[in-house]
């Protein structure tokens, strides 16, 4: 079917449910940063791929919002002739349907798909000028998808206490303290992290994101309903390995506990920001108190305990000898013969080879970013999406990735020279990487966040009139999401306190358009320092052990204890990776740890 | 009057309106930071006289809620059978109430003396439990305070265009367009440093504060109704200063011209935190439209103007001289015999001195910290609020002050060796002063906000486990209050990008309790730094040019950009500060700058 006749078949049915309008988010009903292949209605709609983005479909007309990442990539997916297309931030949907349509109008969306501030927000905007916002229980594209993906079956896995370090009853009985305090009957869950984490379950239902997508309702007693495919679960011993109090019920079954609680007149409570609209009509149409407030999941799940710190740190020594002999390949095979044979997608491939040698590899922990030269100025750049660029004819290459392993999550980062990079890109290699130690060199009292850390790894770039456009550092799960909240390490946003146990990414860049670009990314867990000053402090602990590319720096833009803290930490990486290393590999760790 | 028969006699007035308790807060109708003699109401009825703090009056008994810095004071000063005390933050007088109070009772208050959106919140929180908060016209105070002071009538200054650079005129079309944009017909102004800074009139109303006290109104034409005493300006031709669409009332036809507003439903604009509850009654009552936003003089009185910036240069040069012949006599008095004479009001008094010999300063820019040894460890200290210390025992001052001239306000502080300072006073001194140099030096992009530079004056305190509880800088006026918004760098709250021309405080402490007290600050100025990057950078030029006392530094805790960095502050403050010493303070003042 053509994206015409899609569109066709979409605005017979909007016409069939007396809407003007039909709003396609890239968003699934759990409104995570992953979505399965059934959810992608999207790219069926418009044909846009991309990681972000929404389609707007009226009576006569559509668009695709897209964010500064993908303007060139929807000019390339999208039929000009069937959609416009504009900025997701600077030109909003709802902004544009308050041009295009009239007093009077219906906008149908399905409330599954959008969160329940967005619904309130949005239904407020368009009531002021007289448009009304209706909820469209069967979604118009699903009736119309035929050939549709169905959900796959993946096996759960039951997540070992040697792994996760406390017991899913730990876990749900000091959250189910705190909603007792609040005086809330039930929690609703509605992300599959955090759920996945509370119940010490996995999944493989998402590329990159190890969980079992799912529902849940926790309740005061601690007890918890799981809605999830109870396929998933065969042969598994759920309720003993998480509890007795541990029921599995299957999806479609979520809707009749809901209503359920709305005849009880309980107190639930749900993160209006991740959980949909759907849930919270049910909720509210069936009797229930709705209680607003952020998942309580969010905070100890962030918080590693120490069994996953040091799963954490076992991960990364692992990673760490994967992206070493990576980058020890890269620097041979450049001075083989034919290096042009070699390109993005040859180069990602090959360190996911190293990766996956490893028993203990799962799967990358998001899509690697390869970029060679130019390419590498672009933050969001993927190799797929374009045609990849060939080894010999740049002078830095930029590799962002990462692995999920049982015992934990890994993101790294390295820019390193695959030609002659010239005094500016080591200036500038150098004042990220300046940057990158003022940060990880940080220390900090109780009730710091990382917005106050921020400028810690810009003052360099600052310093001589640079900048990077994206944030310092995310969060990062234990075999979970690699971009976790609720902290981060940015100048605006989340001033949630870093605290014991955080594993966050510390990744400055520099980004010249045209030109190259740059990044260094460790990750680092937060820990107390025992100084014997007046106050307790925290400190961060790299865990990321992978040399950074001495030829692309500069001294002149270091201070001595900027290099002493780049010959400590390659110091750290000799010790750490060259056990695991032999020959030309740990020939080349050798003489990429040796002092500056 | 004894505060008991005080008490007893506004618990008859209570009784004939009806209310169960009366709140008595340390403000006057304006909100500002200082208050005049007339409004000391609090003081009055408790006898308490610091600067911030509430009584609240019930029936049977008495309550005053005082900050921190208070406890002690409170206790001295304050009849303990009369009053009970509690902390202002962390017991909440409204907190309070709720306890004593039963459903049905009613709360009075005096509208004129708590913001519009406290009364909204206070409101809110009493009709909770059904408790009614009651606005009393005339304040139930004032008609028992028979020996109440008159307000001064001090005569008003034009400030003239060489030192304010720019016409009123200006200054007001640029906000009326503002206003015209948003719809907005009249911005009510009820604090007296924006309505001073936009007629380009100066007072001596408040100690300290060079205003006259007074309301405004500012139209969408530009035009403005000065609410103020005519007789201040007995002799002085407002209009041909500052504009013929500038017409001079009385205070007391201020409500009338409130009640015109709103009998026209004029859309009036006012900032519900420094706005005074009353003013918002009697326009809502009258029918007004009431706009809440931040006051529109704010933002543009904190980014001063080149003649302005040249005029804070000027007279922190004439200020820095004054200090430093200060701190050179200090050296001598304490090799002198009987240096125990000398005391901490008696130092003070000394500075004062050597401040008022110049013609151009008008008075202090805030009442003077002079604290020697433990004195100097409690944040405000006040040397008249009890036995002033005495030279000749300890081994470090601490000395914060500043004055007002007719073209800048200043505020610096010195901690300089007056003993035999030992080794863990003098890593301390060093590490603040090593925070100090870091947010001198640095750099920042548009946008940023002082919030992300606060950790940098930070950083050296918490590599070691220490920390200050203050902000690390305040906004400063130019020949107007020494403290001034909206910009501040701390570690949270405002987000307001420092920008071209704003005057920032950088002033990191350490307290040890019992123990000393360090504060090194001085003023500087944002302006743009051409450096040839990506992007356009603001930097910091430093205003206040005396010299740190380099007995009292490690070098150890440095690196060396802060020596050099030291070193070059102290050649400039030679260049600058030495033709104006002669003799003894010149030799003293080579002596004190020379390289470390």
Redesign the interface.
């Known amino acids: 079917m053509s994206h015409a006749n899609r569109l066709a078949a979409v605005r017979c049915a909007m016409a069939e449910n007396s809407i003007n309008a039909f709003i396609v988010p890239h968003d699934d009903e759990h409104l995570g940063e992953y979505i399965p292949p059934y959810a992608e209605r999207l790219a069926w709609i418009s044909g846009f791929t991309g990681s972000a983005g929404a389609a707007v479909v009226l009576t006569d007309k559509a668009a695709v919002f897209v964010d500064g990442r993908y303007t060139v990539q929807v000019r390339q997916q999208c039929d000009a002739t069937l959609f416009g297309y504009h900025h997701l931030i600077s030109e909003p949907y709802l902004d544009w349907l308050l041009t295009e349509l009239n007093a009077g109008d219906k906008v149908g969306f399905d409330p599954h798909l959008h969160s329940q501030s967005w619904y309130q927000n949005a239904e407020e905007k368009l009531a002021a000028h007289h448009i009304t916002l209706v909820p469209v229980s069967n979604n118009l594209i699903d009736e119309q998808w035929h050939d549709r993906p169905v959900p796959d079956c993946h096996a759960a896995l039951l997540l070992s206490q040697d792994y996760s370090g406390q017991h899913s009853e730990a876990k749900r009985s000091r959250i189910a303290q705190d909603l007792a305090a609040l005086q809330v009957d039930v929690q609703l869950l509605t992300q599959a992290e955090p759920i996945n984490w509370l119940l010490n379950i996995r999944g493989r239902d998402i590329s990159c994101l190890p969980v079992v997508l799912s529902f849940a309702l926790l309740h005061q007693d601690g007890s918890v309903q799981l809605f999830a495919d109870p396929a998933k679960f065969a042969g598994l011993d759920l309720q003993a390995h998480s509890g007795n109090n541990v029921s599995l019920l299957p999806v479609n079954e979520l809707a009749t506990a809901l209503q359920a609680l709305g005849k009880q007149g309980a107190r639930v409570q749900l993160d209006p920001t991740t959980a949909n609209a759907w849930s919270a009509l049910v909720l509210s149409e069936a009797g229930a108190e709705l209680v607003y407030d952020d998942d309580p999941c969010m905070l100890p799940k962030a918080c590693k305990n120490p069994v996953e710190v040091n799963g954490s740190r076992t991960a990364h020594l692992r990673d760490g000898a994967a992206v070493s002999r990576f980058l020890a390949w890269l620097d041979r095979r450049i001075n083989q013969a034919n290096p042009e044979l070699e390109h993005e997608g040859t180069l990602a491939d090959k360190l996911e080879g190293f990766r996956a040698a490893n028993s203990e590899f799962v799967e990358p922990s998001f899509s690697t970013i390869s970029a060679l030269g130019p390419n590498a100025a672009m933050c969001h750049y993927h190799h797929l999406n374009g045609t990849p660029r060939t080894l010999g004819q740049d002078a830095i290459y930029l590799v962002d990735s990462g692995g999920q392993y049982l015992d934990g999550t890994t993101d790294i980062t390295r820019t390193v020279a695959v030609g002659e990079p010239d005094a500016e890109m080591q200036k500038l290699f150098t004042l990220v990487m300046r940057g990158h130690i003022d940060l990880a060199d ?4 109780a ?2 966040g990382g ?6 790894a810009r ?1 360099p770039l ?6 990077f456009d994206h944030g310092t550092g995310h969060g990062v799960g234990h075999y979970l999401s690699v971009h976790e909240g609720p902290q981060r390490i940015s ?2 946003g989340s ?1 949630v306190p870093l605290t014991t146990g955080m594993i966050v990414s510390n990744e400055p860049g520099y980004y010249r358009e045209d030109g190259f670009g740059i990044r260094c990314e460790n990750l680092q867990v937060v820990q107390p ?1 025992d ?7 925290f400190e961060f602990e790299t865990l990321t052990f992978v040399p950074f590319d001495r030829r692309l720096i500069d001294n002149h833009w270091l ?3 900027h290099i002493q803290w780049l010959n400590q930490y390659h110091a750290q990486v000799w010790e750490n990776i060259s056990p695991q290393l032999e020959g030309d590999d740990l020939a080349w760790l050798e003489q990429a740890t040796r002092p500056i």
């Open positions: 940080a220390r900090f009292p009730g710091t917005q106050q850390l921020d400028a810690l003052m600052w310093q001589q009139g640079y900048n100048p605006k001033i320092a100084l014997g000053g007046d106050i307790p402090v201070e001595d204890k």
